[in-house]
Nanobody, 124 residues
Framework: QVQLVESGGGLVQAGGSLRLSCAASGRTFSSVVMGWFRQAPGKEREFVAS????????VYADSVKGRFTISRDNANQMVYLQMNSLKSEDTAVYYCAADHRVIPTSRLSEYEYWGQGTQVTVSS
């Protein structure tokens, strides 16, 4: 089992920045792929970014590429999502996810563990 707790969400103006954090506990953190997903009101949950345990493979959704950065600290069992140049369309609940796999994936169904989510609201 891996338990995930997100934090860092809030209200920010368009063009601003936020950093989301996800604290993991439970089974070996260094062997899991970590991902961030988001779900806007009335929409399906969508992929944002994913990172392998070694940090050697990182994948981003096209909509956030160049603006968001995913990173992880295996020693402290943390994963982060730095979000810059935020837009109103980034407004959503952001979820941290984990799975015991080697290669990051954008497929929601491939992730076994999920956090409760943190709200990000970008005002225009």
């Amino acid at each position: 089992q891996v338990q995930l707790v997100e934090s860092g969400g809030g209200l920010v103006q368009a063009g601003g920045s936020l950093r989301l954090s996800c604290a993991a506990s439970g089974r070996t953190f260094s062997s899991v792929v970590m991902g961030w997903f988001r779900q806007a009101p009335g929409k399906e949950r969508e992929f944002v970014a994913s990172i392998s345990w070694s940090r050697g493979i990182i994948v981003y959704a096209d909509s956030v590429k160049g603006r968001f950065t995913i990173s992880r600290d295996n020693a402290n069992q943390m994963v982060y999502l730095q979000m810059n140049s935020l837009k109103s369309e980034d407004t959503a609940v952001y979820y941290c996810a984990a799975d015991h796999r080697v290669i990051p994936t954008s497929r929601l169904s491939e992730y076994e563990y999920w956090g409760q989510g943190t709200q990000v609201t970008v005002s225009s």
